[in-house]
């Protein structure tokens, strides 16, 4: 999923960017950059990125998905 996500990403125009390298990290949820899929973290608490975060140049465009920690 994560290859097809890169592929319509880049051939947005302009292409949209992300790090796929952030799939799996453990962050600290802040929901102005994240979305929880199970819509009950709080902010602070730990997650874990699901999806990346989708930026054109330094503007995010849509938030990383995560899930929360102790949730896997």
Do not use: H, M, R, W
């Amino acid at each position: 999923f994560v290859l097809q996500l890169f592929i319509f990403a880049s051939a947005c125009d302009p292409p949209l960017t992300f790090d796929a390298a952030t799939v799996g990290e453990t962050v600290d949820f802040d929901p102005t950059v994240c979305v929880a899929l199970d819509d009950k973290i709080k902010p602070g608490t730990k997650c874990i990125v699901f999806l990346p975060a989708l930026k054109l140049g330094n503007e995010l465009k849509v938030k990383a998905q995560v899930l929360a920690a102790d949730y896997i």
